[in-house]
């Protein structure tokens, strides 16, 4: 191990307990995924953590490690799950009915997926319309709810003998919402609890919960919860790291890679017209226009924060940029999402680029939910709190620090996020600038 390390970690020995409120497609997804990829069922495509490597050092030293192997993450045998749900079905069940995993794999780690039970979850018809279930907590204020959380995490942990915890929420996309009073601070936050404002959403109750009993936090939908002065303060005050929001799965993926290569040629953009139809509880939920305007307002920022048009009004300054879903109940989770690209180059002719992504969603989503679980972790053993932007390759819609533009360009978040690992481990970072090839 290197011994010039900038940071020291907390050993990674011992359980790790994987916080989950929502036990649907995308968590059931990557919790039977982890089950199999533990047996040598299937290959764990798609995450950094454990197919990645890091170059250290110049081109000709041949140094390349895998990122597990460079920075001491927690082990897949080590990881322990618990989940909230508004449904009763058990891990396997959920992983039945959400038709992502082929049945006869779903079979092969049914016993582990069968001692997966969801706690009654926090929930609240004003932000998630579409859907409703039984298996609810029922309390006489909000505070009384985020208590009862704490002690389920409680009983969790006494159970598991997990020794660290990392809650990553899973659950649907809330109704928009901006912040208001209640937000403004730790202390009208927790008044807002025990008064039952109706500004409080549920996820922000899971996130203060996890906060509080200081356990990292990761946002993997586009609702208002972290991102708020009130729980940015309680990050600080228990020196937690959290990050998000809104896993970059399927259409947004393909718009960060797209959209950073006709920047860099200085190719013009009239219009960006994106349409998906999926079927998943995700596509019944944003079927209602509160939750959609949500995922909307993600969607629609990632090509502005690239393109800059402040800085190429000739180029982008005039793009018309549409964004559609729509519940197509017959896909399920095989999501089609199908962009038309309007563009412009020398002398203004036009050109078109048509792109027809026939992607699935929680399997895109799943190596994502386990990257984060682990360098959240990672970030916390060593000692990291608050926004970690080094985390935005993750996200739609990165946390940044008050001020600051998120960068979107996911070439420029991969390489802040390798950088960061070289900088915990003392490695000299990469610029590629390469002139000490040629001295």
Same mark, same amino acid.
């Given at each position: 191990?290197?011994?010039?390390?900038?940071?020291?970690?907390?050993?990674?020995?011992?359980?790790?307990?994987?916080?989950?409120?929502?036990?649907?497609?995308?968590?059931?997804?990557?919790?039977?995924?982890?089950?199999?990829?533990?047996?040598?069922?299937? $290959?764990?495509?798609?995450?950094?953590?454990?197919?990645?490597?890091?170059?250290?050092?110049?081109?000709?030293?041949?140094?390349?490690?895998?990122?597990?192997?460079?920075?001491?993450?927690?082990?897949?045998?080590?990881?322990?799950?618990?989940?909230?749900?508004?449904?009763?079905?058990?891990?396997?069940?959920?992983?039945?009915?959400?038709?992502?995993?082929?049945?006869?794999?779903?079979?092969?780690?049914?016993?582990?997926?069968?001692?997966?039970?969801?706690?009654?979850?926090?929930?609240?018809?004003?932000? +998630?319309?579409?859907?409703?279930?039984?298996?609810?907590?029922? /309390?006489?204020?909000?505070?009384?709810?985020?208590?009862?959380?704490?002690?389920?995490?409680? $009983?969790?942990?006494?159970?598991?003998?997990?020794?660290?915890? +990392?809650?990553?929420?899973?659950?649907?996309?809330?109704?928009?919402?901006?912040?208001?009073? +209640?937000?403004?601070?730790?202390?009208?936050?927790?008044?807002?609890? $025990?008064?039952?404002?109706?500004?409080?959403?549920?996820?922000?109750?899971?996130?203060?919960?996890?906060?509080?009993?200081?356990?990292?936090?990761?946002?993997?939908?586009?609702?208002?919860?972290?991102?708020?002065?009130?729980?940015?303060?309680?990050?600080?005050?228990?020196?937690?790291?959290?990050?998000?929001?809104?896993?970059?799965?399927?259409?947004?993926?393909?718009?960060?890679?797209?959209?950073?290569?006709?920047?860099?040629?200085?190719?013009?953009?009239?219009?960006?017209?994106?349409?998906?139809?999926?079927?998943?509880?995700?596509?019944?939920?944003?079927?209602?226009? /509160?939750?959609?305007?949500?995922?909307?307002?993600?969607?629609?920022?990632?090509?502005?924060?690239?393109?800059?048009?402040?800085?190429?009004?000739?180029?982008?300054?005039? +793009?018309?940029?549409?964004?559609?879903?729509?519940?197509?109940?017959?896909?399920?989770?095989?999501?089609?999402?199908?962009?038309?690209?309007?563009?412009?180059?020398?002398? /203004?002719?036009?050109?078109?680029?048509?792109?027809?992504?026939?992607?699935?969603?929680?399997?895109?989503?799943?190596?994502?939910?386990?990257?984060?679980?682990?360098?959240?972790?990672?970030?916390?053993?060593?000692?990291?709190?608050?926004? $970690?932007?080094?985390?935005?390759?993750?996200?739609?819609?990165?946390?940044?620090?008050?001020?600051? @533009?998120?960068?979107?360009?996911?070439?420029?978040?991969?390489?802040?996020?390798?950088?960061?690992?070289?900088?915990?481990? /003392?490695?000299?970072?990469?610029?590629?600038?390469?002139?000490? @090839?040629?001295?």
């Amino acid at each position: 191990m290197p011994t010039k390390d900038n940071v020291r970690f907390a050993p990674a020995g011992g359980k790790l307990g994987v916080l989950i409120p929502g036990l649907g497609a995308v968590s059931t997804t990557f919790i039977a995924g982890v089950e199999a990829v533990k047996r040598g069922l299937g $290959q764990p495509v798609g995450s950094l953590t454990q197919l990645a490597t890091v170059r250290l050092g110049k081109r000709t030293e041949g140094r390349a490690p895998l990122i597990k192997d460079f920075v001491p993450l927690a082990s897949l045998d080590d990881l322990e799950f618990c989940a909230w749900d508004i449904f009763e079905d058990n891990a396997y069940q959920s992983a039945r009915n959400a038709s992502v995993l082929d049945p006869a794999l779903i079979e092969k780690v049914r016993e582990p997926l069968e001692k997966i039970h969801p706690i009654e979850a926090v929930f609240d018809r004003e932000y +998630v319309r579409r859907i409703n279930g039984p298996n609810v907590k029922e /309390g006489r204020n909000k505070m009384d709810k985020a208590e009862m959380l704490m002690e389920d995490i409680r $009983q969790f942990q006494a159970r598991t003998q997990v020794k660290r915890m +990392v809650m990553i929420w899973c659950g649907s996309t809330e109704v928009f919402h901006t912040p208001s009073e +209640v937000h403004q601070s730790l202390k009208r936050f927790e008044r807002g609890l $025990q008064q039952n404002d109706p500004e409080i959403a549920p996820s922000q109750i899971y996130a203060y919960a996890a906060l509080k009993l200081g356990i990292p936090y990761a946002n993997g939908a586009p609702n208002l919860t972290t991102d708020t002065p009130a729980l940015l303060e309680l990050a600080r005050e228990k020196n937690v790291p959290i990050c998000g929001k809104d896993f970059k799965t399927g259409q947004t993926f393909i718009k960060t890679l797209i959209a950073p290569g006709l920047k860099a040629r200085m190719l013009g953009l009239s219009g960006w017209f994106s349409t998906n139809i999926l079927g998943n509880r995700d596509g019944e939920v944003l079927d209602d226009p /509160g939750s959609f305007k949500s995922k909307e307002e993600t969607k629609l920022s990632v090509l502005d924060q690239i393109l800059q048009p402040q800085l190429y009004p000739q180029l982008y300054g005039d +793009v018309f940029h549409s964004v559609r879903i729509n519940y197509y109940p017959p896909r399920g989770d095989a999501k089609e999402g199908w962009d038309n690209i309007d563009l412009f180059g020398w002398l /203004g002719y036009p050109m078109q680029i048509k792109i027809d992504f026939l992607c699935r969603d929680s399997i895109l989503a799943a190596p994502l939910v386990l990257d984060l679980v682990l360098f959240l972790d990672l970030a916390h053993r060593a000692g990291m709190h608050g926004i $970690q932007e080094w985390l935005s390759f993750f996200f739609k819609a990165p946390m940044v620090a008050p001020g600051l @533009y998120p960068e979107h360009d996911i070439f420029i978040q991969l390489m802040k996020l390798k950088n960061t690992l070289r900088w915990m481990r /003392g490695e000299d970072l990469i610029t590629h600038l390469g002139l000490e @090839y040629y001295d």
